[in-house]
């Protein structure tokens, strides 16, 4: 009895207040997710003069909002004992961000385990799942702004892979809660070891690998055991955690960024599989793609051509599916859209909405030019038509060169449309603009399934400082390629192949940068401008 006795009275010691506050309805919270190990579920003393709850902040229980008052960590899914949760970085982080706007209400979800290494949050962990499951029903009462975390004493001595799993987690978080610029600040250990400084200088680079994150540095901190940090090192820390999502806060106002989606390569038929080409099963892979895509403010979504594999009827389900898009879809002609009967081809600009083959249009300072691959084809063309004569003649000549891309199911680009690229590429190096092209073929690398005139494209275009970068379809393995003038050669994923139950991508539009955001297989990157 006596035991039982003591075990209340702690508890009673460790929340002088919270213990008997009242659950508030709350709404239109700023809500920030606070997750990691032991030092962000806190191992501090709570003093005196941090014990009462902090003004206009609350924290999440699971079911309701109370005053947030230490221990944070009391109401997490994942924590060890009570009193094991005291002063986390939490506690300044809140106290800080609620004086940098005081006219808003913030919430506080609090999830963090001692003792966790970073692969027992990555996803399809039970950590994942909770933090998850938690922050959706926080953001019941509001928005969900930013993610704090501090982790890595357990991963020390592998180093070397922690940015990749953090990049990976991040990715994760942001995809799950369909936030994809979500402000994300690690915080780094305790310098108190020496085999710590390998992971601290690793955690240096993530805000220059994955967008929109921050680092909460810990130089001048100490500890209290050589491992978690003591009262006034939390607290410093925690704001420099505010410090770190209120920068990346203003930066996003500042931001005059866009995305938009891109898809590649469904090539649909109704036929059995060959290979790795499953042909009817890409249209699942589409069903599930559409949500992701939707889950963004999308100014427009391009497929990269192969809409279908064969047969004019095959357009009618994929194009069913996309209709499911919120964004509008800009459709590249590609090689396979034309394996039709050649009474049919005339048809299929006009079925997926792109007559000519080839437009351009602008969104801010960024130029965005839809390049028909197909315009001198063997394959995009009747037998006996001029734009099929040409391509013969141009596959001869190459052939002859000892070319490795003459082959009836590359295409190329014409005379006119040529001069028509040119005239784009000028005008907008004229008025300071970037141009992103977009076509079925690359032009790069020389791999056998690049444009037919690649060279002559190049010579053309590939050395203005407006021409940033080539997206395109065609090659199913993907592939990216910078040139010698800077400007990048991205060839994505074909979704026909695919082995991930989603496929695409998210690109973001910044003023010196495209990020890719890959959905599913389709890797993550920053295309920085020339």
Same mark, same amino acid.
């Given at each position: 009895?006596?035991?039982?006795?003591?075990?209340?009275?702690?508890?009673?010691?460790?929340?002088?207040?919270?213990?008997?506050?009242? @659950?508030?309805?709350?709404?239109?919270?700023?809500?920030?997710?606070?997750?990691?190990?032991?030092?962000?579920? !806190?191992?501090?003393?709570?003093?005196?003069?941090?014990? @009462?709850?902090?003004?206009?902040?609350?924290?999440? #229980?699971?079911?309701?909002?109370?005053?947030?008052?230490?221990?944070?960590?009391?109401?997490? #899914?994942?924590?060890?004992?009570?009193?094991?949760?005291?002063?986390?970085?939490?506690?300044?982080?809140?106290? =800080?961000?609620?004086?940098?706007?005081?006219?808003?209400?913030?919430?506080?979800?609090?999830?963090?385990?001692?003792?966790?290494?970073?692969?027992?949050?990555?996803?399809?962990?039970?950590?994942?799942?909770?933090?998850?499951?938690?922050?959706?029903?926080?953001?019941?009462?509001?928005?969900?702004?930013?993610?704090?975390?501090?982790?890595?004493?357990?991963?020390?001595?592998?180093?070397?892979?922690?940015?990749?799993?953090?990049?990976?987690?991040?990715?994760?978080?942001?995809?799950?809660?369909?936030?994809?610029?979500?402000?994300?600040?690690?915080?780094?250990?305790?310098?108190?070891?020496?085999? $710590?400084?390998?992971?601290?200088?690793?955690?240096?680079?993530?805000?220059?690998?994955?967008?929109? #994150?921050?680092?909460?540095?810990?130089?001048?901190?100490?500890?209290?055991?050589?491992?978690?940090?003591?009262?006034?090192?939390?607290?410093?820390?925690?704001?420099?955690?505010?410090?770190?999502?209120?920068?990346?806060?203003?930066?996003?106002?500042?931001?005059?960024?866009?995305?938009?989606?891109?898809?590649?390569?469904?090539?649909?038929?109704?036929?059995?599989?060959?290979? *790795?080409?499953?042909?009817?099963?890409?249209?699942?892979?589409? $069903? $599930?793609?559409?949500?992701?895509?939707?889950?963004?403010?999308?100014?427009?979504?391009?497929?990269?051509?192969?809409?279908?594999?064969?047969?004019?009827?095959?357009?009618?389900?994929?194009?069913?599916?996309?209709?499911?898009?919120?964004?509008?879809?800009?459709?590249?002609?590609?090689?396979?859209?034309?394996?039709?009967?050649?009474?049919?081809?005339? *048809?299929?600009?006009?079925?997926?909405?792109?007559?000519?083959?080839?437009?351009?249009?602008?969104?801010?300072?960024?130029?965005?030019?839809?390049?028909?691959?197909?315009?001198?084809?063997? !394959?995009?063309?009747?037998?006996?038509?001029?734009?099929?004569?040409?391509?013969?003649?141009?596959?001869?000549?190459?052939?002859?060169?000892?070319?490795?891309?003459?082959?009836?199911?590359?295409?190329?680009?014409?005379?006119?449309?040529?001069?028509?690229?040119?005239?784009?590429?000028?005008?907008?190096?004229?008025?300071? =603009?970037?141009?992103?092209?977009?076509?079925?073929?690359?032009?790069?690398?020389?791999?056998?399934?690049?444009?037919?005139?690649?060279?002559?494209?190049?010579?053309?275009?590939?050395?203005?400082?407006?021409?940033?970068?080539?997206?395109?379809?065609?090659?199913?393995?993907?592939?990216?390629?910078?040139?010698?003038?800077?400007?990048?050669?991205?060839?994505?994923? !074909?979704?026909?192949?695919?082995?991930?139950?989603?496929?695409?991508?998210?690109?973001?539009?910044?003023?010196?940068?495209?990020?890719?955001?890959?959905?599913?297989?389709?890797?993550?990157?920053?295309?920085?401008?020339?």
């Amino acid at each position: 009895m006596f035991v039982l006795i003591k075990k209340f009275l702690l508890l009673v010691l460790l929340l002088p207040t919270t213990f008997f506050l009242q @659950a508030q309805e709350i709404d239109s919270l700023d809500i920030y997710l606070a997750i990691g190990q032991s030092n962000m579920a !806190g191992r501090a003393d709570i003093l005196a003069d941090l014990e @009462a709850p902090v003004e206009s902040v609350y924290l999440f #229980t699971g079911k309701e909002w109370l005053p947030a008052a230490n221990p944070l960590n009391l109401y997490s #899914t994942v924590r060890k004992v009570v009193s094991m949760q005291r002063l986390s970085p939490a506690y300044g982080f809140a106290r =800080k961000m609620q004086n940098y706007n005081q006219d808003r209400k913030i919430g506080l979800v609090v999830n963090a385990k001692g003792g966790s290494v970073i692969d027992e949050w990555l996803p399809g962990t039970l950590f994942f799942s909770e933090i998850i499951d938690r922050a959706r029903l926080a953001a019941e009462s509001g928005k969900i702004k930013g993610i704090i975390w501090h982790q890595g004493e357990g991963d020390v001595k592998e180093a070397d892979q922690y940015l990749g799993k953090i990049s990976h987690l991040i990715t994760a978080l942001r995809d799950s809660l369909q936030l994809p610029g979500l402000p994300f600040v690690a915080g780094q250990l305790s310098n108190d070891k020496s085999n $710590r400084k390998a992971l601290n200088d690793t955690l240096l680079n993530l805000p220059k690998v994955v967008p929109y #994150t921050g680092l909460a540095l810990s130089f001048g901190t100490t500890t209290f055991d050589s491992t978690h940090f003591d009262s006034p090192s939390q607290v410093l820390l925690g704001e420099r955690y505010a410090d770190q999502m209120i920068q990346l806060m203003e930066e996003k106002k500042k931001r005059k960024s866009f995305s938009f989606g891109v898809l590649s390569d469904i090539q649909y038929a109704d036929v059995e599989t060959v290979g *790795k080409r499953n042909y009817r099963g890409a249209l699942e892979t589409l $069903r $599930r793609t559409i949500p992701y895509l939707n889950a963004y403010d999308l100014k427009f979504t391009v497929h990269l051509g192969d809409l279908i594999d064969r047969d004019f009827e095959s357009f009618e389900a994929p194009l069913s599916i996309l209709e499911e898009s919120n964004a509008p879809i800009h459709y590249v002609w590609g090689n396979h859209d034309f394996s039709v009967l050649d009474s049919l081809k005339q *048809k299929v600009g006009n079925k997926i909405g792109n007559e000519k083959g080839y437009h351009s249009f602008e969104i801010g300072d960024v130029v965005f030019m839809m390049v028909n691959g197909m315009d001198i084809s063997v !394959g995009g063309h009747q037998e006996g038509s001029i734009q099929h004569d040409e391509a013969l003649k141009m596959m001869q000549i190459l052939e002859a060169e000892g070319a490795n891309n003459v082959k009836p199911w590359n295409g190329g680009v014409g005379k006119e449309q040529l001069e028509w690229m040119e005239a784009v590429v000028n005008k907008a190096e004229e008025e300071g =603009k970037r141009v992103v092209a977009f076509c079925h073929y690359p032009l790069l690398p020389e791999n056998g399934l690049h444009l037919l005139n690649h060279k002559e494209v190049l010579e053309s275009i590939g050395n203005s400082p407006a021409m940033v970068a080539w997206l395109s379809g065609h090659h199913h393995a993907g592939n990216y390629y910078m040139d010698e003038n800077g400007m990048h050669h991205l060839t994505f994923l !074909g979704m026909v192949e695919a082995e991930s139950p989603a496929l695409g991508a998210i690109v973001t539009v910044e003023k010196d940068k495209l990020i890719i955001h890959g959905i599913g297989d389709e890797e993550d990157r920053i295309l920085n401008f020339r």
